[in-house]
């Protein structure tokens, strides 16, 4: 157990809905980064947020968001969902910003079906 | 920007052989290098790490790597397998010194089979 919690663990919905995947992080974690894994791309970062705020960007699309609470709990939500963004969604954490080493702890993931 | 390569999409091998799957990465700062292990229908967990020093690095589970900067690779090996080491291994890759803004920059994965 990574001490990464994400849910819902599995959600199929159709295209053009929205929907919201809940990430907490480690108990003392500040960042949490968001994943996404497809069978054609492999594993793409999408965001990282720092106490708050938003750190590095990656291939994150404009249909997408994020944000991260005062509690460190963090969102991402997708809208006007097309069948191409079915993926497993994951949720990582690591302790420091500045320093830190790199090694992120990951959840089991949020597997998002679109029909 | 960085970037890595993993060699093999897939790597079948029988029980008690030995095995090595094969990254190299390509970056024109240092980098921090990562192994990362998924088992099926779980996340990713960390096999091991380079950060500096001793370019031979050990792992969990009886997996190392070795570190070649003149060949940019990072090869993960072990030196004889089990049926329950039957993964997806990642291969990463974040730039060193700490920086501020650093993420992991993965490769496409090999899986790994390892057949009784």
């Known amino acids: 157990d990574s001490g990464v919690t994400q849910t819902p663990k599995h959600l199929i919905t159709a295209t053009g809905q929205r929907v919201t995947l809940r990430c907490s992080p480690r108990s003392g974690d500040l960042s949490v980064y968001w994943y996404q894994q497809s069978l054609d791309q492999g594993l793409q970062f999408l965001i990282q947020y720092y106490n708050g705020e938003e750190r590095a960007k990656g291939n994150i699309l404009e249909r997408f968001s994020a944000q991260q609470f005062p509690d460190l709990h963090s969102e991402l939500n997708l809208s006007s969902l097309e069948l191409g963004d079915s993926a497993l969604y994951f949720c990582?954490?690591?302790?420091?910003?500045?320093?830190?080493?790199?090694?992120?702890?990951f959840g089991e993931g949020s597997r998002l079906t679109v029909l | 920007a960085q970037s890595v390569t993993q060699l093999d999409s897939q790597v079948p091998v029988f029980e008690e052989a030995p095995v090595e799957l094969r990254c190299n990465y390509s970056s024109s700062v240092s980098v921090y290098l990562f192994w990362y292990v998924q088992y099926p229908n779980q996340g990713l967990q960390l096999l091991l790490k380079?950060?500096?020093?001793?370019?031979l690095v050990k792992g969990i589970n009886g997996f190392e790597a070795e570190f070649n900067k003149s060949q940019t690779s990072f090869h993960l090996r072990k030196p004889s397998v089990h049926i329950s080491d039957t993964a997806e291994y990642f291969c990463a890759v974040s730039l060193g010194g700490g920086g501020s803004n650093y993420k992991l920059t993965f490769g496409k994965g090999t899986l790994l089979t390892v057949n009784p």
């Open positions: 990582a954490s690591s302790a420091r910003l500045a320093g830190g080493t790199g090694e992120l702890f």
């Open positions: 380079y950060l500096s020093g001793s370019t």
